[in-house]
Every structure is written in structure tokens, then in C-alpha cells.
């Protein structure tokens, strides 16, 4: 196949590009800054010459979008909900006036688009979309606008023959320098690995085996389009997370963290506590009815997996903040 990544060059984009070019397709990143063979230029607002690498193409996966790695002030929370509209809507206008338009768009979105939830999990059918959940920021809410309206840009276009698919994707854990995994892997082995504001929110994750593997069923399942979960089948309380990758990393202890300490590190990282606090338990309703299989479906095996591939080799730099693809799905 020839499959076009627009927003291609974060952490998940590296993660789709091995694998998918090492199983002989055809890889094509749409960037702003191309510095490599197959990476071409668009603006991720435009259409330009770099509609030509989607007329003809098989697939397109757009991952564009501002980082969610910064502080959610006004202005990056609005950059947030530009970037990631803009972007759909310029796609799809290049699938529209395709004269031979790829035959699926998988489009990512968010897991963040669920609401704050502890007591039961959320699946596609019967899932609460979050923005009026008592006692949260109101600032949550906005970010569950922008995931709503990332999946309306897409939903709008008219592209009557290409099939749509929204990834509601959770964190996507790889080895890769930069990536999620880094992150919470260099908090554990510091020694700060401990449960955040009692740990009692839930994490939704997938290992980046498993989320090349759900692309490439998606892929081959012409009978599935609209939002799909992609997201490991057991999602966890953050305390029990933790103990888990403390374990794989065989560091004992990790010091617990307040709601205000988490403020602060959040601050000094250039982050935000939403993605630390916000429970996301979220499962993979429609894959696993449609006889998708996990191979690393806990997260104890997962971790431990993920811990021994970053032993054996080192990972790619991935700087999130210098790509217009973010570099981890919340």
C-alpha cells in the first residue's frame, strides 16, 4: 500500500513508520518541516502540491495537531483545537478533489473525549462524552470541544468513497526517547514513580505493538468505520499503574504526590495536571466485538516489555514540542 501520515514525524508517527515500512509499504509523512527521503512539505492548513501524495495513496493517517505537552493556557488551548481542525479540514479537502481518493482515512482523535470517570468504564456504545462533569476544571471541558470538533472537521468532509475512522486512541506506550513511556519511566527511576493525588484515576494505555497491529486490522475491515477505542482492554487505577512500572524497572519505591506537588511539577515540565488527574477508563468495545486480539492486553507484561526494548537498544529523539504532531495520544 501507500500510506501517507500527515502530522507523521511525533512519537506515535515514528512508531506507524517502522512499522508499516518494514512490512513493505510505502510511507509517505506530511510535515512542515521535511528534513528526510518521504517526508514532504504542507502547512497543515492548505492545500498544496502535497495533495498529490494523497491522490492515488491507499490509506491516509492524519496525526496532526499541536503537542499536548504545555501549559493549557488560553492561546495553546486554542493553537490545540487550530491546529488539529484545520488540519482535518485540509485533508479533507485533498480526499474530495482526489481523483483516485484512497480507499480509508483513518482520522486520530482522543480518549480524552470520555469523561472523568471512576466507577465504570467507557466503550463506544455506551461511553459518557465528557464537558459537564461536576468538580473538574472548566478548562476539561474545552479540551473534550476540541476532540469533538477534531472528529466533526472529519465527519463533514465528503468523501463518499472513502471509508472514515475516528482513533479514539489512549496513551500509546513505546520505548522511544520523548515519548510518554520516557517520561513516566525517568519519574520512576528518580524515584518519583508513587501514586499522584491518591491514584485512585483511572489510566487508559496501549503498547505500540498492539496499536500498529488494531491499525492494520482496521485497515483490513471494510465493514468498520466511525469512532474506534484503541486502547488496552484492562485500563487501571494510577496507583496500581505505577506499582506496575516500578516493578518492570525493579525500583521499589516511589514518593507519592499531592494534587499540589503535581501542580508544580507540571509547571516546571511546561505541562498540565489534566493529564495526570483526569480518569480516562476507556475500552476497546468495537475491536474486541469485532474479534481483535491484544497481545500485550495487561499492563504489568506490557511494561515489562517496553522496559527490556528500551534496555536493548536507544530510542529515537522525538522533541514534541518541534513537530506538529504530538507526541503521545491522551
Known sequence: MKVVIPGGTGQVGAVLDRALTAAGH????????????REVYWDGESTGPWTQEIDGSDVVINLAGRSVSCRYTPANLRAMMDSRVRSTQAVG???EDAARPPRLWLQMSTATIYAHRHDAAHD????????????VPGYWGYSVEIAKAWEQAQQQADTPHTRKVALRSAMVMSPDRGGVFDVMSWMVRLGLGGPVAGGAQYVSWIHEDDFVRAVQFLVDRDDISGPVNLAAPAPLPHRAFMRALRAAWRIPMGLPATKGMAELGAFVLRSDT?????SRRVVPGRLLDAGFTFDRGEWADAARDLVERRRRRQGPVVDADSRPARSGVR
Open 93 to 95: 479537502r485533498a480526499i
Open 124 to 135: 463506544e456504545a455506551t461511553g459518557v462524552i465528557g464537558g459537564a462533569e461536576p468538580g
Open 26 to 37: 510505502e510511507v509517505v509523512i506530511l510535515t512542515r518541516r521535511p528534513v528526510r527521503e
Open 274 to 278: 489534566e493529564l495526570l488527574l483526569k
